[in-house]
């Protein structure tokens, strides 16, 4: 009876090793796939998309707002791009043409019909149509190496659609539109977000930077709307705070809050702040 009952503990015994065998190996493959993870995105690479703004000439002025406008369209495509080759890298399917067929040659389309856009306002608003279907093409990044965006005007090619980009913030007047202001086109005077970010895990930066083009274009927007208004005035004193600046206050908070999470996601240390960059001005 007692050697039955040291055979009956130690088939117990080598089921408990057995299992702790599992579970480690299981953890050894977890821990393995989370490295595996981290490598695959920091492998992942970028388009490399010719720059626009720098090869337009003079763009007439009632022109301006339409071109910004998909200037910002141009860096939200790479944004979207960039994204999807991150979901590529951590997660490979499709054979070898797969970038080539699903990301760079949409692309490509998508870049033509904006850059047609952009010709079609320059040259309804008198100036002479510049010849950009050339600069539809993109190619791709060694992994590592940012994408060149359009940015803003006044900002020097760099706008939030770049990482570590230079602070332009400030604050301007106040929105309201006056007399004095009518037939005078203002903008929209936000603070920059690339320049107050912390380091950005590299998990996080394929999400961050579709923001950050996010960011633009809600500024190009408000400006073709502020564009819009001063060749076509409309509403009361109040209005361009309450249609216009207000409405892109929140979108940006929207916007600032998913950065703020694609970061805390990965590192754990979520950059709450970015929220008092949301208010904008006008000027």
């Known amino acids: 009876m007692a050697t039955r009952t ?4 130690a088939l117990k ?3 408990v090793g057995a299992l ?3 579970l480690l190996a299981g953890g050894l493959t977890l821990a393995n796939a989370g490295t595996d993870a981290g490598a695959a995105a920091s492998d992942a690479r970028t388009v490399n998309c010719p720059t626009v703004r720098d090869r337009l000439s003079a763009v007439p002025a009632a022109a301006v707002a339409g071109v910004e406008q998909e200037l910002a369209n141009l860096d939200n495509e790479i944004a979207n791009a960039n994204a999807r080759l991150a979901r590529q890298a951590a997660n490979p399917q499709g054979g070898p043409n797969v970038v080539q067929n699903a990301i760079l040659g949409p692309l490509r389309s998508k870049r033509v019909a904006v850059l047609d856009r ?3 306002n320059i040259n309804r608003a008198g100036g002479q149509r510049p010849d950009l279907a050339s600069l539809a093409t993109c190619g791709l990044n060694a992994p590592g190496i940012a ?3 359009n940015g803003r005007a006044g900002n020097g090619g760099t706008g939030n659609g770049t990482i570590g980009a230079d602070d332009i913030g400030g604050a301007g007047d106040d929105g309201d539109v006056g007399d004095d202001g009518v037939g005078v086109a203002r903008k929209v005077n936000c603070p920059d977000v690339a320049g107050r970010l912390p380091a950005v895990p590299v998990r996080a930066q394929a999400e961050v930077t579709r923001e950050l083009a996010n960011l633009d274009r809600q500024i190009a927007e408000a400006d073709a709307r502020l564009a819009r208004l001063a060749v076509r005035p409309e509403g009361g004193p109040n209005f361009v705070q309450n249609a216009i600046v207000g409405p892109l206050e929140d979108k940006r ?3 600032l809050n998913r950065i703020a999470t694609a970061i805390g996601r990965v590192d754990g240390n979520r950059p ?3 929220v008092n960059l949301a208010p904008c001005a006008v000027r």
């Not at 040291?6 to 503990?9: G, I, R, S, V």
Request: glycine share 10%.
């Open 118 to 120: 952009i010709e079609i």
């Open 20 to 22: 702790a065998v599992l």
């Open 13 to 15: 015994l080598g089921g």
């Open 147 to 149: 994408s060149a965006v």
């Open 6 to 9: 040291k055979k009956h503990a």
């Open 272 to 274: 709450a702040e970015l």
């Open 253 to 255: 908070i929207a916007a």
